[in-house]
């Protein structure tokens, strides 16, 4: 299965695995299972980072990387064709890294793994919920 991680979804495997779903942590495990990441969560976090709201062990750049070698993750590349997709949706909330994210899971047949509960009942893409 080819899973994109929503930007918490991420940061939660990386700083706060107790917060995934067994469901969750079992597929983000499973070598089976391809690993994506948009680098507009890249974007979410240094925000995340700049309003205080999260702190990192080490450089950010390193912090990166070392998430993204770890899992194994492939790049969810922004595209023409993600940023029209945006239309496809009715979002119920006007989060642009959101509407992008969920964009390119459409885009590249990828599963949204979320708890973003605006995400999880969005029609268009195939969402695993972290419950």
């Known amino acids: 299965m080819k899973l994109l991680l929503d930007t918490h979804i991420w940061l939660w ?4 695995p107790q917060r995934l779903a067994r469901r969750v942590k079992e597929s983000l ?7 994506w990441l948009s680098p507009l969560s890249v974007g979410e976090l240094i ?8 702190q990192l062990p080490r450089n950010v750049a390193e912090w990166v990387a070392t998430t993204i070698a770890d899992l194994q993750i492939v790049e969810a590349p922004l ?7 945006v239309m496809s949706f009715d979002f ?10 969920a964009s390119s899971a459409k885009v590249f047949n990828l599963t949204l793994v979320t708890a973003d ?11 695993m919920a972290n419950r």
């Open 92 to 101: 119920p909330h006007g989060d642009p890294a959101d509407h992008f994210i």
């Open 47 to 54: 925000v995340l980072l700049r309003k205080g709201r999260l």
């Open 13 to 16: 495997s990386a700083l706060e």
């Open 117 to 127: 509960e605006n995400l999880t009942g969005l029609r268009g893409i195939q969402v």
């Open 29 to 35: 495990t499973d070598p089976t299972n391809e690993l």
């Open 79 to 85: 595209t023409v064709e993600v940023a029209l997709a």
